[in-house]
């Protein structure tokens, strides 16, 4: 109850006050370790600093969640399950539109805030995030070079090619319409899962059927387009940054040694889903 007119909140009696030895807020999400990782070095410390490594955090914090979302959703896949599949791709899809709208705080550090601090970065670069790789490898973009960045720490570079050896979510998909007896190439279903999928005339066939008559298998056609969803994001994701990159250094070169923009803007060519795509043109023929 607020009382009347002092625009105040009583606090109830029943709340709990004595938290000594007790499970607590801070202690559950341990956030003394949370809040005492931001470590600006710039000096005397640039006040958009903190901006710089929050949003970079919370990028990988969401990151962390997303991989571990895809992990189930890869299992859920492998067993034919596709109700618990589909839940897990809706959250993955509301994290990236958290992800994509976060540009708009990083958005507002001008060029002249960023030069101010942007040397003590050293060679450091969002190139070297091994969860943003994990999460591009899960979604198949395979790409072994990637892990010669982790050659300098033996668990991320473990951890990341037992990533790039394991089937992706394409791949599962794929793996999973096979055992419905749709008619997928054989080599789709057991491949060098190293390699990143390319583009295949003979899947088009199988997801005009399954776009054509919705109603025969509304399952695997409301994944098709789950995984549109993700891809689409993700692109988002990337265009983004690729802008907000753009708005900040102009075409200086990285920090992590590539080109800038043009580098980012390459990946934009890059496909999770093609075959997914280029079924639209079919669609109706
Ligand atoms: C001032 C802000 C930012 C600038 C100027 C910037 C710039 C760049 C540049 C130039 C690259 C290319 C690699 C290089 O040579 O360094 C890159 C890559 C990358 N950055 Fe950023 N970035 C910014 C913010 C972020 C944020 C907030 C994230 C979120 C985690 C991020 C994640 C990445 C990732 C994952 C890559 C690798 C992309 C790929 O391989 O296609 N960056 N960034
Ligand atoms: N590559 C960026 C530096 C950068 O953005 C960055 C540096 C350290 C940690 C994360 C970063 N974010 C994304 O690339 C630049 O060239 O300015």
């Known amino acids: 109850m607020t009382d009347a007119g002092e625009n105040r909140r009583h606090v109830e009696e029943g709340v709990t006050r004595d938290l000594r030895g007790r499970r607590t807020y801070a202690s559950y999400l341990d956030l003394e370790r949370l809040l005492s990782a931001q470590h600006p070095l710039s000096d005397p410390e640039h006040h958009d600093e903190l901006l710089f490594i929050i949003q970079h955090q919370t990028s990988e914090l969401w990151m962390r969640l997303i991989i571990h979302e895809l992990d189930e959703v890869l299992a859920r896949l492998a067993a034919d399950d596709l109700g618990p599949a589909q839940k897990g791709l809706s959250r993955v899809k509301q994290i990236q539109r958290q992800l994509f709208e976060q540009w708009a705080v990083l958005a507002t550090l001008t060029p002249s805030e960023y030069v101010k601090f942007r040397d003590v970065l050293g060679p450091a670069s969002g190139f070297q995030s091994l969860q943003y790789r994990i999460i591009e490898f899960q979604l198949g ?145």
């Open 141 to 285: 973009n395979k790409n072994r070079e990637m892990l010669t960045v982790f050659r300098h720490d033996e668990t991320a570079h473990a951890r990341l090619r037992e990533v790039l050896e394991a089937p992706s979510l394409y791949d599962e998909f794929l793996r999973h319409l096979a055992r419905r007896d749709y008619a997928i190439p054989a080599d789709c279903v057991e491949r060098d899962f190293t390699e990143p999928h390319r583009r295949r005339e003979d899947l088009l066939p199988v997801f005009k059927a399954i776009y054509d008559a919705p109603k025969r298998d509304w399952e695997a056609y409301e994944m098709c387009e789950e995984l549109v969803d993700v891809e689409e994001s993700f692109q988002l994701w990337r265009f983004r940054h690729m802008k907000t990159v753009e708005r900040i250094i102009g075409h200086k070169r990285g920090t992590g040694g590539s080109s800038g923009v043009g580098f980012l803007r390459a990946a934009l060519d890059l496909t999770f889903f093609p075959e997914l795509l280029d079924v639209r043109t079919e669609i109706g023929r």
